[in-house]
């Protein structure tokens, strides 16, 4: 088992950065495949970047070019770098690890995070 905890939300205005961290705790997250989640009020929870099988990584079309995640084993933390942030970008944003086999993520987000609020302001 893995207890993630997310950090490193704030407000922040339009075209600003942020890096989100996600600790972990348990289970190493070499075990896991990783990634984030953001859920705005009124809207269903969203895929924003994570780490596939064979380490390749998927971004949301939305955050493409913008968004970076990557990950630290040696530090338990998996980070989410965030450029040129837009209003939209405001979300609840989580962390969540999905059990790896191999190079082979399994389906399905196993363990999640409380969640870190980004809010951007125009």
């Known amino acids: 088992q893995v207890q993630l905890v997310e950090s490193g939300g704030e407000s922040v205005q339009s075209g600003g950065s942020l890096r989100l961290s996600c600790g972990a705790s348990?289970?190493?997250?070499?075990?896991?495949?990783m990634g984030w989640f953001r859920q705005a009020p009124g809207k269903e929870r969203e895929g924003v970047a994570n780490f596939d099988t064979d380490n390749t990584t998927t971004y949301a079309d939305s955050v493409k070019g913008r968004f970076t995640i990557s990950q630290d084993n040696a530090k338990s933390t998996v980070y989410l770098q965030m450029n040129s942030l837009k209003p939209e970008d405001t979300a609840m944003y989580y962390c969540?690890?999905?059990?790896?086999?191999?190079?082979?993520?399994?389906?399905?987000?196993?363990?999640w995070g409380q969640g870190t609020q980004v809010t951007v302001s125009s």
């Open positions: 348990g289970d190493p997250i070499s075990y896991y495949c």
């Open positions: 969540g690890a999905m059990i790896r086999v191999g190079e082979r993520c399994l389906e399905g987000y196993t363990y």
